[in-house]
């Protein structure tokens, strides 16, 4: 079977981006979009402020504060957003602090507190009438806006999916953001996912006051918690209820979903991209390995990352090496890494010395290919999907979340075993993984951690090692060498960790 030469295979990629490019263009030239740094208070944040460029006096009309949901931003708040501005509405979404552009100290607390500065600031500067103003958001922002409505009496809310606050129907103390369930305000519409957790679907039900038929829930079919920012039902609803609440006539169009389109049309051309640009700066060396390191058997290497892997959460209470990283979270499983790759190495110390020989050109050329692809991942998902491009704040925690990244990943070659074929290697590197990330859900689940976010973001991390699991093999295979690839890998999942975690 002939392989597609390599390439072919840039050209498609880049030809992909290209489209992908064209498509962001186009999406967007209905709109007007602005950003904005607005302190409120002590709270310094970027705004994003969306409005149709056909109507210049959306003011006039009404407003809506739009609030992102945690490890989230106001790009991937666009299209709900650009769905209120498709009414004549001008909408406004921050990055709170420790998100996207806006730089930390994040906390729930200071989270709520810089929204309900944020709000009264915009009503003192005649940005927004509270009574001509929807407060809207999702997840943690859906609570927030809840929180916020009670103090600030606006015209109405939409709380989309919002983050439960109060230990019920199987959702913890320990995983809460907020404590309190705020006193709902009359016009406020809750639409949660058909297919989101159920506690947080009862959660959300229970906020619906008896008596009130002004206060509704609304459930929207086939939407996850991300999906439903991304939905044509869920906008049509937001819509709905802001006509209702303004008075708005005529029927509004939902707007495209072109921007989505984009990302994944330039996503499957970066890893188009990602094959021969490895394959140019790393050359294709005889992998040494083959023959002179004798690999650990898998079921006692896979036994070694679950037993260890639970060891780690009941070390991390009384040793917490990385609390210095200070991100929400993943100071967390940066000490997590740390902890677990130092101890596989130790417990498989002589295969773990006999691969830790690496020439200084090749350690180099995989460092640089993990930045160039680091940057044009960030930069494609900025430019269409949500914030990514990493601030000062973030790339200074990156060397230190990248060396307990490498010590991780390390570990996870020296159980891999030789650089052999993909279809056996690549499988079992996956099976650690999962392991791995079994054991950390168990700790928030059973132990009660209280890193929610670990088990809130495991469907973005599975979607990264699928993708830079093959990269580190391709690296390992062409190089010979398990330093390169795990060096690889560890510059791509601390930039990736450094994009998801809010700084603290």
Known sequence: MK?????????AGIFCLLIGGALVFVSGRRYSEKRYIVDAASCRMQVLAIE????????????????????ANNIIMQYLGRGFAEQGLRV????LLGHGRSSGPFSPAQAESCSASLVRGLAA?????????????????AAIALRVAEKFRPAGVLAVSPAPMKPDHGVSRQNLLFNGVPKVVPNTRIIVGQFEHSGLQANAADLVPEGDPSVQYVVVPWATHVSILFSPA???LAQAWAANIF????????PNRLNLVACFLGLAGIVLLAGPLVRELLGNKPPADFA????VPRWRGTLAVALLSLLMLYVWPHFKPLLGVKLFEGDYLASFFLLLGFALILFHLTVARRLATVEPGIFVAAAVAALLLHFLITGWFELTATSAWLT???WGRLPVFAIAAFLFLYGLEVLAGPASTLQSRYPFWMLLIVVTWLALAFGVLFLESGEILLVLLSPYFAIFFLLSGLGIHLVRRLTGSATAAAVFGAILLAGFCLVLFPVT
């Open 52 to 71: 149709r460029k056909d109507l210049p006096s959306a003011a006039e009309l009404g407003s809506v504060v739009l609030f992102h949901g945690i490890s």
């Open 125 to 141: 500067r005649g940005m927004i009438i509270p009574d001509r103003t929807i407060l809207a958001g999702h997840s943690m922002g």
């Open 247 to 254: 008075g708005l006539t005529g029927e509004p169009r939902a």
């Open 92 to 95: 406004y979404i921050p990055d």
């Open 3 to 11: 392989t597609i030469p390599q390439v072919y295979k840039a050209l």
């Open 292 to 295: 002179t390191v004798a690999a």
């Open 234 to 236: 869920a906008v049509r």
């Open 392 to 394: 000062v704040q973030r």
